[in-house]
């Protein structure tokens, strides 16, 4: 997890219910709904959270990060192959 995770997470989490609450303003007048401010989309997002948060976590630990070291070994072997390429193409041009 990087530094600049956390910054763009904490944006998501207010940024969700902002667009819940802008999604639920244009459909609430279809339906005969009264539409609804932004403390009750935010409130909705913090339950999210609290239920996804622990499940997110048992999921890793249950993992062992092994999703991470793929993709980190995915990249490695994407480096090793770009540089044996270049190496490679030097090679036959001279």
Request: with cysteine; net charge positive.
């Amino acid at each position: 997890m990087t530094y600049s995770a956390i910054p763009r997470g904490t944006a998501g989490f207010f940024f969700s219910p902002w667009l819940t609450m802008m999604f639920w303003g244009v459909i609430a007048p279809e339906f005969d709904m009264k539409t609804i401010g932004y403390p009750l989309p935010m409130l909705a997002t913090i339950a999210v959270w609290l239920v996804i948060a622990p499940l997110a976590g048992a999921t890793a630990k249950q993992t062992g990060g092994r999703a991470s070291a793929l993709a980190e070994r995915r990249c490695l072997q994407a480096r090793r192959s770009s540089r044996t390429d270049r190496e490679g193409s030097t090679r036959h041009a001279t």
